[in-house]
């Protein structure tokens, strides 16, 4: 609890006063009584598309317009910012102060470029390193921007597969985790996906000082159509991982795995209704290391997860129709649903697919 209330503390003091001055009261009542804030993108009843914060319990304290729809997120601790990822194909992020200090910045992928939906802030917040497709040569690029000269992209590193989600950094920041789904996508074709028979799925470690492969984990070929999407970061360097099926709807694959560098991919097998109520989609993933436990959604299944992050077995299966972010909390997760509920409270809109802890 205490861990959970300095956290809170720390967001606060780091909004400063003339954020807090601008909260209706009922807002800044809530604020000062929550164990934790989260931000998630959302769209409106109106059709408009933007980035809130809010509390563990669910109350929204402030919210800002977004472009078009946003997917993934990213937070910055050391000058509390988050980046909101455009939608794949979409090509635009958009970085917001949470200290209300600066006017949000909004930055484009370059020309051939477009944004996968998810980033990561190397540990010193310096860097922002974002999941992009080169689409004319069908493969994947980090994107590296400058956070200390308003976002300028200053280079790439190579994601040593095709169609990368999910982007991730190992604690000591030396180390990169890249989720390459292996789905070719072009913009000229939407969203449609152009080689489900020959599909490329792969885990890959990268270098962040140089983008030198360290290693490459391939699915194994029976599991070739199963996409890994995203990575949530255990202690003693283990990696979990979240898939999404393309296969046969009544093939019933592992949806979770964990592995750690240099050693084998380990899958998760959950009983098999749990499994089918999963519906081979796996939306997002996260661990809460104080707790031990692993959560995983499926908006598709309607349902989500929580397993033992030590021995992977499944401590609780839970019904929720959409459920979709998934954040630690203070206790257990913060979990968002497709309808605009969040931890059990409805909201006026409707959440995406993620959910950060930003407090």
Request: hydrophobic share 40%; net charge negative.
């Amino acid at each position: 609890m205490r861990s959970a209330l300095l956290s809170r503390r720390s967001f606060i003091h780091a909004a400063g006063a003339t954020f807090l001055a601008g909260l209706a009261p009922e807002k800044l009542f809530a604020l000062e009584r929550t164990d934790a804030v989260f931000a998630a993108a959302f769209m409106d009843a109106a059709g408009h598309f933007g980035l809130a914060t809010l509390t563990e319990e669910g109350t929204i304290i402030d919210r800002s317009p977004l472009p078009n729809r946003a997917h993934g997120l990213a937070f910055d601790r050391n000058y509390n910012r988050v980046v909101a990822f455009a939608r794949r194909p979409g090509t635009f992020a958009a970085i917001f102060d949470l200290n209300g200090q600066a006017a949000p910045i909004v930055i484009a992928s370059p020309e051939g470029r477009h944004f996968y939906g998810h980033g990561t802030f190397s540990r010193d917040g310096r860097v922002l390193y974002a999941s992009e497709n080169d689409f004319d040569n069908a493969r994947g690029v980090i994107g590296i921007y400058d956070a200390t000269d308003s976002f300028a992209r200053i280079g790439e590193y190579p994601t040593y597969g095709v169609g990368p989600h999910d982007l991730s950094i190992s604690f000591d920041g030396t180390t990169l985790i890249a989720a390459n789904g292996g789905i070719e996508t072009h913009p000229d074709f939407g969203r449609t996906k152009l080689n489900l028979d020959r599909m490329e799925p792969s885990l890959a470690l990268i270098d962040a000082a140089t983008g030198s492969l360290i290693e490459k984990h391939e699915l194994p070929p029976d599991f070739r159509q199963l996409s890994t999407r995203h990575i949530a970061l255990a202690g003693h360097h283990e990696i979990w991982f979240a898939c999404q099926y393309e296969g046969a709807r009544d093939d019933l694959p592992p949806l979770i795995g964990r592995f750690r560098p240099g050693e084998a991919l380990e899958f998760i097998y959950l009983p098999e209704q749990t499994a089918r109520n999963l519906d081979n989609y796996v939306g997002a993933i996260a661990i809460n290391r104080k707790e031990g436990i692993v959560a995983a959604t499926s908006p598709r299944g309607g349902s989500y997860v929580v397993l033992d992050a030590v021995s992977g077995t499944l401590v609780q299966e839970v019904k929720l129709a959409g459920a979709s972010g998934v954040a630690a909390g203070p206790r257990g997760f913060g979990i968002s649903t497709e309808g605009g509920l969040f931890n059990g409270r409805q909201s006026p809109v409707n959440w995406d697919q993620h959910v950060v802890r930003v407090g």
